[in-house]
């Protein structure tokens, strides 16, 4: 595929908005009926953004199985989300996972502007439930002006909302691989209790999970013209992991966990698996001082515990932390201002055994790291005529204190990224209510995180450096038709020096590396198009998205081994998804998907490759409302094709080891109910 310029693109979107400027005269603040309003950087509404950025609302997150947000998260140009086992997430923004063998890392997290994202830069995404998401956020690329330090991205997820109504709700979704999952909740108007517990036996041995939630919500009305929410959030996770796989054990029978092979005991023999217990006390507080300014600030205490028996060590961490964000803003004719600040801060334990069979022998190592990691930020915007100028900055430091006690003598060491200055550059032409162009220019900055500092091989590397970059990303939006087709496009070019790659030693344990400079760009372009008028009883929506990747090592040599020009692991070059929802007023619904990912690249010498795979997947509902009584009934299948392909692969990974399958072919059916009080 010959790659598009830039230059040549962001001509055209040029030269069609001069066309539509001699049509139509509107201003930059007009917001049509049908826009998506946006919370990123402050915007309000997608059209007058000026950056890559999708939201997933609650159409799209019930277009599939109601247990996990991934199938709605991967429709999404640009994003990827992998589950090497039940319950075991990564995000991948961009090729940020290329540094993440596991979890979520690279990308910045917010729950209704609370931090989410620990001090040490690791995001316990899978404490979440499925209920616990209204809608989210992702935005592609350094958020630098508002939201500090990564280059990967931003995701802020939004609560459900307290809409004064009275009601309560009960659900159950059964499924193939023995999946169960049931949920209740009670609404009051200005409260909301919820419980979910999920489980499964899992398509592969050795991969039970088992995830109970407990949340409340509430909104308060303090002084005059303030509002007070309060987040808590209690989750219980027990899943097993059971490790990746070789070709020839992959060919050989899939399903199996990693086996024992030699000294190296296997994932049933380690008892391989995670049990993770965490909490989320989050206070927001959003006061409008005036018509001109108004400040949202947020509080938040997290405590998480973590037992996880691995094939390499038998692991017990302890991570509290807590942190605040204040955010002012300013409006005063054309001219706009945010403002504003964030501070974090966690004393982390860990403690090491071997691993003998499951049970914890001797001791290995006993760890303590302390963290502070703040930043100050600033964006202006100013407006003029069809024209909106965007300015923004942030300035980030993070220091880390680590003292090993099990080591003789003990081990103090102490790591400083101090001064960072991570501007933003933006602007934006609206040429009408139906069309706009920007062009975005950042740079990103993302320090190590300390599970990357602090590897699983129990060595730590103080010498890994922050990831930094600039990207420029010219893009457009466009309603035609009547508003009944949407466009979404954008092209990037990222430069990044001292990426962070993963290693894998010969007992699976990761360790990190810099990979001297890379070079990502891309095209990402999402089609949304209403078949027939939206006045009709029957809808008829269809939707696709593509994603274009080619991120390469530009500059990559270690030891006698010269990666450069090599592609970089775990990204596909290709991707796309087509989707229709098919909706009757009042009836049933039909929604259909179809989704295709390229090969990849599994290591850093692209010796070996992931198979291309195709899914398939239909959900049937049936939702009806009689009198007070809410009744939804639903049935779907996912992977129609019965796909064997590998979801989550280890990168890198030593002997071979990067195959971890994903489930077959697979049916579920749920029934929820509802009572609305008047």
């Known amino acids: 595929m010959r790659k598009p310029s830039p230059i040549l693109i962001f001509i055209c979107c040029f030269l069609t908005a001069s066309y539509l400027r001699a049509q139509t005269r509107d201003t930059i603040t007009k917001v049509v009926l049908d826009s998506v309003v946006i919370n990123a950087y402050g915007s309000g509404a997608l059209m007058v953004t000026p950056a890559a950025i999708n939201k997933i609302g609650k159409a799209q997150l019930q277009r599939y199985t109601n247990t996990n947000i991934l199938q709605a998260v991967n429709s999404t140009a640009g994003v990827s989300m992998e589950e090497r086992s039940l319950g ?126 407990a949340s409340y919500q509430t909104h308060l009305t303090t002084i005059t013209r303030g509002l007070l929410s309060l987040y808590f959030i209690y989750s219980d996770l027990a899943y097993q992991t059971p490790g990746a796989l070789t070709l020839a054990e992959y060919r050989a029978n899939a399903q199996q966990a990693r086996p024992t092979v030699g000294a190296n005991q296997g994932a049933v023999l380690a008892k391989a698996s995670i049990h993770q217990k965490a909490t989320l006390l989050g206070l927001t507080h959003r006061y409008l001082f005036s018509s001109k300014l108004s400040n949202t600030t947020s509080l938040y205490g997290f405590y998480n515990e973590t037992e996880n028996p691995a094939i390499q060590n038998y692991e017990l961490k302890k991570e509290p932390h807590w942190g605040g964000r204040t955010n002012f803003m300013y409006n005063i004719g054309n001219f706009s201002a945010h403002f504003g600040a964030e501070l974090q801060s966690g004393n982390f334990s860990s403690r090491t055994f071997r691993n003998l069979q499951g049970n914890r022998g001797a001791q290995l190592t006993d760890d303590k790291l302390d963290l502070w990691q703040w930043m100050g930020f600033a964006q202006l915007n100013y407006q003029l005529n069809k024209w909106l100028f965007t300015l923004g900055a942030s300035t980030n430091s993070l220091q880390l204190n680590f003292l090993r006690s099990s080591a003789t003598p003990s081990t103090e060491a102490r790591k400083k990224f101090n001064g960072e200055i991570q501007p933003r550059f933006a602007v934006l032409y609206k040429a009408s209510a139906y069309f706009s162009t920007y062009a975005n220019v950042s740079k990103g900055f993302s320090p190590p995180a300390t599970n990357e500092i602090f590897a699983d091989n129990n060595s730590y590397n103080l010498a890994l450096a922050a990831e930094n970059g600039w990207n420029i990303e010219p893009g457009l939006r466009w309603n035609l038709f009547n508003q009944r087709l949407f466009v979404d496009a954008s092209y990037f070019n990222f430069w990044l020096s001292n990426a962070i790659v993963t290693r ?134 996912d992977n129609l094709f019965n796909q064997t392909y590998s979801l989550g692969n280890d990168m890198n990974g030593f002997g071979g080891r990067y195959y971890n399958v994903a489930p077959g072919r697979s049916f579920y059916f749920g029934l929820k109910l509802g009572f609305v009080v008047k």
Do not use: W
């Open 504 to 637: 894998r030693d010969a007992a699976g344990a990761n360790y990190y590396l810099n990979a001297g400079k890379t070079k990502q760009q891309g095209i990402e372009t999402s089609i949304a198009y209403h078949l027939l008028p939206k006045n009709r009883p029957l809808l008829i929506n269809l939707q696709a998205s593509y994603t274009y990747h080619d991120f390469k090592y530009d500059e990559f040599v270690q030891l006698a081994q010269d990666f450069s020009g090599k592609k970089m692991p775990g990204v596909a070059p290709h991707r796309y998804t087509l989707m229709a929802d098919i909706k009757c007023e009042n009836g049933p619904s039909v929604f259909l998907s179809y989704s295709y990912s390229a090969k990849i690249a599994l290591n850093d010498a692209n010796s070996q490759f992931a198979d291309s795979f195709q899914l398939f997947s239909l959900k049937l509902g049936y939702p009806k409302k009689i009198n007070n009584l809410l009744f939804d009934f639903y049935a779907g299948a």
């Open 88 to 213: 075991s997430y990564r995000l991948n923004i961009r090729g940020s996972s290329v540094r993440s063998p596991y979890g979520v890392r690279n990308v910045k997290v917010y729950y209704d502007n609370i931090p989410f994202t620990a001090p040490g830069g690791n995001t316990m995404l899978n404490m979440l439930g499925f209920y616990n998401v209204g809608a989210l956020e992702i935005i592609k690329g350094p958020g630098s002006s508002l939201y500090g330090a990564g280059t990967g991205g931003v995701v802020l997820f939004e609560a459900l909302g307290i809409n004064g109504s009275t009601n309560v709700e009960a659900g159950l979704n059964a499924g193939t691989y023995g999946t169960l999952a049931y949920h209740a909740k009670i609404q009051l108007p200005k409260h909301i209790l919820s419980y979910e517990n999920t489980r499964s036996e899992g398509y592969r041995e050795h991969t039970q999970m088992n995830r109970k939630v």
